[in-house]
């Protein structure tokens, strides 16, 4: 009975999770601050460093897989949050009778499946229209779901930050976003790098995504697999915590 009893709860929590992700899915997925930083961004950024230079189409797709989740995945929570702050609606789904695990999970899932959405469609003009071959599918798919998944907690952090304002989360998130692709391994290689600049890329999530992607695509890469699914999702349970924090001070502030 214990048991049953646990499933129920988990399922009703997850139908919880679910209907917010679905009613932020409506209402926000074609507002003009996702499609500007979680669409367009990404491929401004690989159209603007791949220009002349001789990248093959396969790398060149697996780079900006890396670049789409990452930028895509973390651009919901910075935008959303605040928005339904200074419109009162926030308030109305802390009040609701639901956990802050369940309204962080069904937060963070919009920018998931936005950024899914947006790096399948990249992935099928990269397949059609450049003939490219995956190597390894299920690295693939667990990439982009990890990968997603944790790039969108990462973007709730910001997202909970005490303001009702999208534009005083928009400048630290886009901040820290870009220092973490400088950093990372999307357009210098690790193998590349020198020791010590390879020593702070391993730093970076996007650096695993990355190298993830270049298993996926390319057939290989300089780290093994199972550790940058293992770093993935151990980023996308750490990422929540400080959101949780957040969102505490939050309400101790009236925000």
Known sequence: MM???????VRDE???AWAITVKDMKVYYLRPGMIMFGVLMPFFLFFSFSVRR??????????????????????????????????????????????LLTLLLGKT???????????????????????VTI????LLIAGLILGAYSFAALGLIF???PTRNPGDVQMPSTLLRWG?????????????????????????PLTYAQDLMNHAVLGMGLLDPQLDIAVLLLAS????????????RSRQLGY
Request: aromatic share 12%; no cysteine.
């Open 135 to 138: 190597a390894a599918p299920w």
């Open 159 to 161: 997202g909970s930050i």
């Open 3 to 9: 048991l049953s009893g646990w499933l129920q709860r």
């Open 109 to 131: 899932a919009v920018g998931a499946l936005f950024a899914l959405a947006v790096s399948f469609t990249a992935l099928i003009i990269g397949i059609t229209v450049f003939d």
């Open 237 to 248: 349970v750490l990422f929540l915590i400080p959101s949780m924090w957040l969102h505490h």
């Open 180 to 204: 973490l692709l400088f950093i990372s391994g999307v357009f210098i290689p690790l193998e590349e790098m020198a020791p010590a600049a390879r020593a702070v890329a391993y730093l970076s």
């Open 54 to 99: 001789e990248i093959a189409a396969a790398q060149g797709v697996a780079r900006l897989l890396a670049l789409t989740i990452f930028f895509t995945a973390a651009a919901a929570g910075p935008f959303i949050i605040p928005l339904e702050r200074r419109l009162g609606t926030y308030d109305r789904l802390l009040a609701a009778p639901i956990s």
């Open 14 to 16: 997850l139908a919880q």
